[in-house]
């Protein structure tokens, strides 16, 4: 007889236990057990309770190569699933191994664990385990398969509905119990004061204050009264929701003909715009992406999205100001040069139309397709492509949780009828025409953030706290992944062997980025600094680039004066016609703002079930080598968020965005 003892440890989070019957089957290289029921007197599978079993055999099974667990089809309460975290064996020899599980399982579900080191498939020798490794795959391959809705964007995944998503990547309860609490507690407000669906304007810029008195922030509140001021208008170009766009001019564009005489009242005396733009002072937010996409007709009205340009000073004061708006492509005398000399509300609303277009091109390329679509891609092609014994697989999974989830929701809720993006100037049809735009002209360079920095020339401008704390960020998890790189594949050449690497890469490559040649995305890796390099890419995006995008909405989106997804006058052709009415006239009505507002509540809300970034509570690796390597990145990344809540504290608006605390280690809503 030999005695193999096991250890099952179920998660912590609510609602993991089961009340189901769980059944194991142990694989050695010299046999297998029995099928045994892990069966102790009371409930087995409670909450983050670990309890042992003893599963006996007619003799030793030689070297433990998996475990087989499996849930009870046939009990009769209704399905509750199990979320194992893990099971540890201790064999008759005296060896521990830790079979890490980590998913929900369901009714009738089975799962083969693999425990101990990580394996690579050049390093895999067992035949049992190269079948295993083989048949794993297969069932992967036809579990989570590539949708093509849009030839010309990324692909997604083929679920269309959260029911059919399996278990291990859906929300846990808890957390879809805390959005749906959000969306009850904003629409029993909206009802409450009858401005839902209200097609009344706003009479008052104030007014607007009342909608929502239970959610403000501190930067809600400034930014409700600051919007108007120019340095804040500038500031936001580089340190709100969308830091992406603006770069460095050395020579104005030929459909941007500012002069001289124009901007000299805005420049320090005795300089010129020649000698600001050769010192690096003048920037520039070109819109041309959205030139020609049609806005779409709400009513019978139609809606306006203008594909301005806005040119920008560095002052000797170190503020960035918007020194020249043309909200057109095309020069011409209906198109004019607006400047900040020209009267209050002229200015304003050529500057509510630039924050307009920004918030557009926001929500559609840098938030939604920039990070949410892409990281669908890496996660369909590391859950296609990997088993769950591979490094790069227990590396990038944690980056993955609820992916898919929020996906099909942002899907559903977002650009489905109704949702706050389709009901946006451009709607749904105008948006993807601005993605497939986008992702036409997307670079590798442009995905990895030093590279960007450097592309658009903002190496140097002063109070660009994004680029400060994104490029430390950057170096933390690029030291990081070269440290995990480097212990698995010791040379080039194991990166070319790795076959399941390669089709990983050529998925995304294929599936991301449309096999465009010109991207300078790889289609294969040939060294590993080339898989370090696009790995970096992909965990930044996935938590610090959208953590960025993201967590600010409601700070700096939910004050419509300051740019509105919608806006329903055409942009002014001459000057000195305006007045405030002119820019109530222009914004959303009651029902459309508060829609808006509403779903970024919804996206920017602080919800508990939350893993920030590096933070690893699911132990995927079972080495001392990599437990120690995330050690150190945790390390580095709570000295990041001492030195980024320094700083904030003598900021009079603080960049709170990328603190390693407030990032989330995956796209989660
Ligand atoms: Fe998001």
Known sequence: MAEYKLKVTTGDMKHAGTRDNIYIILFGAEGQSERAKLDNSGIDFKAGKTRMYTVNTGSSLGKLLLVKVEKDPFFIFPEDEWYCSTIEVTTPEGDAVVFPCYRWISRGEFVELRGGKAMTVFEEEHSLLIEHRKKELELKKSSYRWEIADEKLPHSCHFKEISELPAEIRYSLSKSKEVQHTKRRIASELTFKGVAGSQKKWKDIDDMKKIFRSKKTTLSEYVSQHWKEDDFFGFQFLNATNPNVIKRCSKLPSNFPVTEEMVKPFLETGTSLEREMENGNIFLCDQRIMDEIPARVKDGNPLYATAGLCLFYQNPKKKLIPIAIQLHQQPS????????????????????????????????????????????????????????????????IPHFRYTLHINIVGRETLLGPGGALSESSLGVEGLTELMRRALSQMTYGSLCLPEDIAARGLESIPNFYYRDDALKLWKYINSFVEAVVEH???????????????????????????????????????????????????????????????????????????????????????KGQSSMQTVLDVLPDVGDTVKIVST??????????????GTYPEEHFDEPALKQMIKEFQAELNYLSEEIALRNSQLEVPYPYLDPALIENSVTI
């Open 600 to 613: 970024i509540w919804i996206l920017s809300d602080k919800y508990t079930d939350v893993v920030p970034l």
């Open 488 to 574: 698995y594949y010791t040379s080039d050449s194991n990166v070319c062997k790795d076959s399941e690497l390669q089709e990983w890469i050529n998925e995304i490559f294929t599936h991301g980025f449309l096999k465009n040649k010109l991207s300078g995305f790889p289609s294969c890796f040939n060294t590993m600094e080339e898989v370090v390099k696009f790995i970096t890419m992909v965990i930044f995006r996935v938590s610090a680039q959208h953590a960025a995008v993201n967590n600010g909405q409601y700070d700096y989106n939910s004050w419509m004066p300051n740019g509105s997804l919608l806006l329903c006058k055409p942009p002014p052709t001459t």
């Open 333 to 396: 005398e209906q198109n004019p040069i607006f400047l900040p000399s020209d009267s209050e509300t002229d200015w304003l609303l050529a500057k509510l139309f630039i924050r307009s277009s920004d918030q557009i091109e926001h929500q559609a390329v840098h938030h939604l397709m920039n990070t949410h679509y892409l990281a669908e891609v890496f996660a369909v092609a590391t859950l296609r492509c990997f088993p769950t014994i591979h490094p790069l697989y227990k590396l990038l």
